[in-house]
């Protein structure tokens, strides 16, 4: 196992009714900024829960935050946060909320151009303290420290991480995720399953907790992610996707294994360019990815077919090939399409990932640093 250092300071208040004990994660005398997205949360009923939550408090609101935030937005809330002394955030929705409040919190106190926080890994040395009620179990990102962000005038899509943008605490209500539409719960399935493959399928360190974690995570994915399709009001179901949703990217399962990331890498730039789903782009590129990379991935991926998917006749070569299908159709059938054409991308796009990926410094990706352009080239024409 590799060495590790392994920080999670962030309170879940998980279960029914919990968005009306928020005011005690809250100082008193805090001036509060409620940040969402496009208005569901006041339809779904959410945005009166956190209001009546916060009744006497001091609030101001935000809203308005795209899927795959956009900077443009957020310098917006920024700069209201600065003339209105606001010194609390409310992250109210899904992973592109919480991760554009991330950076909001960065940036407020931030000396110079915010976007340097991304495309210059500027030092963060200070954040507005924030918490999170959750309507959308997919990102994780209601439990770590990381975030990305779009900056929508050069359709660039870049990631940041802190110690500082932690949330203080997050609320994980699994009925507030009730009316969420198939799309969307489609999306949170693969995305969270994707989160733990970047995670587990590289190579063995002897990390077998680690792996078992990762295996179980991806398992009940598999088997509570068709039922709260199925029943989108089952709280049984839906109560263990979100958690598992928010396990499969709070750091624990990554401690001390090697990481890939190169699926979200190559994803971040087909959004860019394509304005596709993020979950959209994992579910096209990982499988693809897998398959090019076998080689290197051959142990785990033997690992994978036998303890998450009961493959065990047949050659070597058989399981893998099995294993890596079954991803596919597991994808499919949770209503995310895993080709390219399926999204009207062409192969003329490959140049232009390429080209991104190299100007944003990530020519080389992968756990074993030799995913270059040839391979991403590969990948993606194996994905049309």
Same mark, same amino acid.
């Given at each position: 196992?590799?060495?590790?250092?392994?920080? %999670?300071?962030?309170?879940?208040?998980?279960?029914?009714?919990?968005?009306?004990?928020?005011?005690?994660?809250?100082?008193?005398?805090?001036?509060?900024?409620?940040?969402?997205?496009?208005?569901?949360?006041?339809? %779904?009923?959410?945005?009166?829960?956190?209001?009546?939550?916060?009744?006497?408090?001091?609030?101001?609101?935000?809203?308005?935050?795209?899927?795959?935030? *956009?900077?443009?937005?957020?310098?917006?809330?920024?700069?209201?946060?600065?003339?209105?002394?606001?010194?609390?955030?409310?992250?109210?929705?899904?992973?592109?909320?919480?991760?554009?409040?991330?950076?909001?919190?960065?940036?407020?106190?931030?000396?110079?151009?915010?976007?340097?926080?991304?495309?210059?890994?500027?030092?963060?040395?200070?954040?507005?303290?924030?918490?999170?009620?959750?309507?959308?179990?997919? =990102?994780?990102?209601?439990? !770590? %420290?990381?975030?990305?962000?779009?900056?929508?005038?050069?359709?660039?899509?870049?990631?940041?991480?802190?110690?500082?943008?932690?949330?203080?605490?997050?609320?994980?209500?699994?009925?507030?995720?009730?009316?969420?539409?198939?799309?969307?719960?489609? !999306?949170?399935?693969?995305?969270?399953?994707? +989160?733990?493959?970047?995670?587990?399928?590289?190579?063995?360190?002897?990390?077998?907790?680690?792996?078992?974690?990762?295996?179980?995570?991806?398992?009940?994915?598999?088997?509570?992610?068709?039922?709260?399709?199925?029943?989108?009001?089952?709280?049984?179901?839906?109560?263990?996707?979100?958690?598992?949703?928010?396990?499969?990217? %709070?750091?624990?399962?990554?401690?001390?294994?090697?990481?890939?990331?190169?699926?979200?890498?190559?994803?971040?730039?087909?959004?860019?360019? +394509?304005?596709?789903? *993020?979950?959209?782009?994992?579910?096209?590129?990982?499988?693809? =990815?897998?398959?090019?990379?076998?080689?290197?991935?051959?142990?785990?991926?033997?690992?994978?077919?036998?303890?998450?998917?009961?493959?065990?006749?047949?050659?070597?070569?058989?399981?893998?090939?099995?294993?890596?299908?079954?991803?596919?159709?597991?994808?499919?059938?949770?209503?995310?399409?895993?080709?390219?054409?399926?999204?009207?991308?062409?192969?003329?796009?490959?140049?232009?990932?390429?080209?991104?990926?190299?100007? +944003?410094?990530?020519?080389?990706?992968?756990?074993?640093?030799?995913?270059?352009?040839?391979?991403?080239?590969?990948?993606?024409?194996?994905?049309?």
């Amino acid at each position: 196992m590799e060495n590790f250092v392994f920080y %999670n300071p962030v309170k879940i208040l998980f279960g029914k009714g919990q968005i009306a004990h928020i005011a005690a994660e809250i100082p008193t005398d805090a001036k509060v900024l409620i940040t969402y997205g496009g208005g569901s949360i006041k339809a %779904n009923g959410v945005y009166d829960q956190v209001k009546s939550a916060l009744a006497g408090r001091n609030v101001f609101e935000f809203g308005g935050i795209e899927p795959n935030p *956009h900077l443009e937005t957020l310098l917006q809330a920024v700069e209201l946060i600065r003339q209105e002394g606001i010194d609390f955030l409310l992250a109210v929705g899904g992973g592109s909320v919480v991760d554009g409040t991330k950076f909001i919190a960065a940036a407020v106190p931030f000396v110079g151009d915010p976007w340097d926080i991304l495309a210059k890994q500027a030092p963060v040395t200070a954040a507005v303290p924030f918490g999170v009620v959750l309507t959308l179990p997919a =990102t994780g990102s209601e439990m !770590n %420290n990381g975030s990305v962000v779009t900056k929508w005038e050069t359709k660039e899509k870049l990631f940041f991480g802190s110690p500082l943008v932690f949330p203080r605490f997050s609320v994980l209500d699994p009925e507030t995720t009730f009316s969420l539409p198939p799309r969307q719960i489609g !999306n949170g399935i693969v995305d969270a399953y994707t +989160h733990v493959m970047e995670q587990y399928l590289t190579y063995p360190v002897n990390a077998p907790l680690q792996d078992r974690w990762a295996e179980s995570i991806l398992k009940t994915l598999i088997e509570e992610g068709p039922k709260t399709l199925a029943n989108p009001k089952d709280y049984d179901a839906r109560a263990n996707l979100v958690w598992a949703a928010t396990l499969a990217l %709070n750091g624990l399962i990554g401690a001390g294994v090697p990481q890939d990331w190169a699926t979200h890498m190559i994803g971040h730039e087909l959004t860019a360019l +394509h304005g596709l789903d *993020h979950a959209q782009t994992l579910a096209i590129v990982l499988p693809s =990815t897998l398959s090019i990379r076998r080689d290197r991935k051959w142990q785990k991926l033997l690992q994978y077919a036998e303890r998450v998917w009961n493959i065990v006749d047949g050659s070597e070569e058989d399981r893998v090939n099995e294993a890596i299908a079954k991803t596919r159709n597991f994808f499919e059938s949770v209503g995310v399409r895993t080709r390219l054409s399926d999204y009207g991308v062409g192969l003329e796009t490959i140049p232009l990932v390429v080209e991104n990926l190299q100007k +944003h410094g990530l020519a080389i990706l992968g756990e074993n640093k030799d995913v270059d352009s040839q391979v991403v080239e590969q990948i993606l024409t194996l994905s049309a």
